[in-house]
């Protein structure tokens, strides 16, 4: 299981891929190109690899589509590298679906997210927290 501190010393300690995501002539996710990409990307030694988001693409990108980019990367990757995809966009019943999805397919992973609602902050945010790892861990 990956730790916070695991993830902290990742993410702090070597270079970190931001893949661009493809998509085809009608804008639609583009699987293969994106994991050629990827594998093209994975002998150059990134710590880490951003997947959907890191260029910008999370905001455009449906929630079926987001979560096809994150399966892609994870399957691509295959444990080479960690994958790191936001879980905090949308509203906080969509969170906990990205949640219960993101890990399905990668059950050691630590998932995240930090709710910064006015109204969610001390108490509430602990009990959104909790609630989204008993969602993260019930998949």
């Known amino acids: 299981m990956t730790t916070p501190q695991d993830l902290k010393k990742t993410i702090s300690s070597g270079l970190l ?7 085809d002539s009608e804008l639609r996710f583009a699987p293969k190109p994106y994991a050629e990409r ?8 990134a710590t880490a690899l ?12 449906e929630p079926q589509e987001f979560s096809e980019v994150v399966r ?3 399957e691509t990757c295959r444990g080479r590298m960690p994958i790191i995809a936001g879980a905090g ?7 906990f679906v990205m949640h219960k999805r993101l890990n399905a397919w990668a059950p ?4 995240c997210c930090r709710i910064t609602s006015p109204r969610l902050r001390r108490k509430a945010w602990w009990r959104t ?4 790892a008993r969602a993260s861990s019930s998949a």
């Open 17 to 23: 891929s931001f893949p661009l995501t493809d998509f």
């Open 50 to 61: 951003f997947a959907a988001g890191g260029t910008g693409e999370f905001f455009s990108l």
């Open 108 to 111: 050691k992973a630590f998932c």
């Open 72 to 74: 892609s990367a994870v």
């Open 38 to 45: 990827l594998e093209w990307l994975m002998p150059y030694g």
């Open 129 to 132: 927290l909790r609630r989204s």
């Open 89 to 95: 966009g949308g509203t906080t019943p969509w969170r």
